[in-house]
Antibody, heavy 120, light 107 residues
Framework: EVQLVESGGGLVQPGGSLRLSCGAS????????MDWVRQAPGKGLEWVGR??????????EYAASVKGRFTISRDDSKNSLYLQMNSLETEDTAVYYC???????????WGQGTLVTVSS | DIQMTQSPSTLSASVGDRVTITCRAS??????LAWYQQKPGKAPNLLIY???SLESGVPSRFSGSGSGTEFTLTISSLQPDDFATYYC?????????FGQGTRLEIK
């Protein structure tokens, strides 16, 4: 059974940093691109970014709203995905989901999400 | 970025109704369009991919159609479990984008 489990969310002050993790099981993690998608309270879904697989050089893409502040990485030996969030703003408050994908494919499996609250 | 515009934002319907949700892309997306269902407090669930392909395990009352920049999600006969929020997503470009969502509520 495919499982994605996010962790690391919490309360952080504006300007602060936080690192989210996503643990994967039930599939060959190293074969899949991985996305982060977020959802602000009461709002819609916003794609945050993507990391590709080793064969594609672990290249990354980011939404304009987070580029330069957020960094996506992965450790295939640990079946884990990460989201390093720096210079956090109140507008970054959201539930953050990790989601599995492939090249030119939708997100077929999602984690349960972890809540990040940016507030003083 | 490719903009995705869904309509309507809210839809009121009854059990047994046939409903249609529309999604328009700001440019051609080569059919790389997905539909998701999301219930409160839960992660989105993939329903349709490649505009019209039904994801495994999804009831056949859900169907998708469209091409170019215009796409639709149809639920042929609403069931109580279908009242939720629906999102379209384009995955044709490096920057993925979602529609703003359609909340399907009980009339």
């Amino acid at each position: 059974e495919v499982q994605l489990v996010e962790s690391g969310g919490g309360l952080v002050q504006p300007g602060g940093s936080l690192r989210l993790s996503c643990g994967a099981s039930g599939f060959t993690f190293s074969d899949h691109y991985m996305d982060w998608v977020r959802q602000a309270p009461g709002k819609g879904l916003e794609w945050v970014g993507r990391i590709r697989i080793k064969a594609n050089g672990y290249t990354t893409e980011y939404a304009a709203s987070v580029k330069g502040r957020f960094t996506i990485s992965r450790d295939d030996s640990k079946n884990s995905l990460y989201l390093q969030m720096n210079s956090l703003e109140t507008e970054d408050t959201a539930v953050y989901y990790c989601a599995r994908t492939r090249s030119y494919s939708p997100n077929d499996y999602w984690g349960q999400g972890t809540l990040v609250t940016v507030s003083s | 970025d490719i903009q995705m515009t869904q309509s309507p934002s809210t839809l009121s319907a009854s059990v047994g109704d046939r409903v249609t949700i529309t999604c328009r892309a700001s440019q051609s997306i080569n059919g790389r369009l997905a539909w998701y269902q999301q219930k409160p407090g839960k992660a989105p669930n993939l329903l349709i991919y490649k505009a019209s392909s039904l994801e495994s395990g999804v009831p056949s009352r859900f169907s998708g159609s469209g091409s170019g920049t215009e796409f639709t999600l149809t639920i042929s006969s609403l069931q109580p479990d279908d009242f939720a929020t629906y999102y379209c997503q384009q995955y044709n470009s490096y920057s993925i984008t979602f529609g703003q969502g359609t909340r399907l509520e009980i009339k």
